[in-house]
Nanobody, 125 residues
């Protein structure tokens, strides 16, 4: 079993920054690729960013490329999402996921078998 706990969300003005953290339990964190997804009200959950188990490979949604950075610290069992130049359309609940069955980056939510409870990010205009 893997338990994930997100933190770092909040209210920020457009153009501001936030850093989300996702702390994972268990000894298999370094064996798993990780991802961040988000879900806005009345919208489906969408892919944001993913990172391979080693951290050498990353992938981003076009909407956040150049503004968001995903990283991980396997010694701390934590994955991060640095969000800069935030826009009102970034407002959503952000979830981290732990991939099952693969070690590389993945953009489909079905590739992830474990999820955190989510953290709210609100960007005001």
């Amino acid at each position: 079993q893997v338990q994930l706990v997100e933190s770092g969300g909040g209210l920020v003005q457009a153009g501001g920054s936030l850093r989300l953290s996702c702390a994972a339990s268990g000894r298999t964190f370094s064996n798993r690729a990780m991802g961040w997804f988000r879900q806005a009200p009345e919208k489906e959950r969408e892919f944001v960013a993913a990172i391979s188990r080693s951290g050498f490979s990353t992938y981003y949604a076009d909407s956040v490329k150049g503004r968001f950075t995903i990283s991980r610290d396997n010694a701390k069992n934590t994955v991060y999402l640095q969000m800069n130049s935030l826009k009102p359309e970034d407002t959503a609940v952000y979830y981290c996921g732990s991939r099952v069955g693969g070690v590389g980056v993945a953009i489909g939510s079905s590739e992830y078998g474990y999820w955190g409870q989510g953290t709210q990010v609100t960007v005001s205009s």
